[in-house]
């Protein structure tokens, strides 16, 4: 149920959990600076501050804070982030999140309420800022006759 289970030379079992049931995790209270490689998922309830390289999934909870970049595979966030966001598959901002910064994702869920206020690309094409879209719509002039 835990993992695989191994037996010892003195008939005891031994359980030794898979990588996928894995977790790190930064509890709130704890602050780091530098650069962070996991090879499992990890949760971040305190700080962290420069960079961050997960294979797995990244979850920012309510209280946890990242300032600088993160590359990953999949990403929750419900705390606050400022920086680069490189997540390979599906980042999921909940509503209580706040992110500054840019976003690469290939798919992307915001809940109502997030604060989302980033430069997005999403499966490789650029998202436009609702200025720059209204900015190339050309001007027209109407007559209108009596």
Not at 83 to 105: C, H, M, P, Q, R
Not at 121 to 132: H, P, Q, R, T, W
């Amino acid at each position: 149920m835990f993992g695989k289970k191994e037996t010892t030379t003195n008939n005891h079992e031994t359980h030794t959990p898979s990588s996928s049931n894995l977790i790190n995790s930064l509890v709130a209270g704890t602050n780091i600076e530098g650069t962070i490689f996991a090879s499992s998922d990890i949760r971040i309830d305190g700080t962290i501050t420069g960079t961050l390289h997960c294979t797995g999934k990244v979850i920012i909870g309510q209280e946890g804070k990242v300032v600088g970049d993160i590359q990953c595979e999949n990403a929750v966030v419900e705390g606050s982030f400022d920086g680069t966001l490189n997540v390979s598959s599906t980042l999921n901002v909940k509503e209580t999140a706040s992110i500054k910064g840019d976003i690469n994702t290939n798919k992307l869920l915001v809940q109502n309420g997030a604060v989302f206020n980033v430069s997005c690309n999403m499966g490789g094409s650029k998202i436009k800022n609702i200025n720059d879209v209204t900015a190339a719509i050309p001007e027209v002039e109407v007559e209108i006759a009596n």
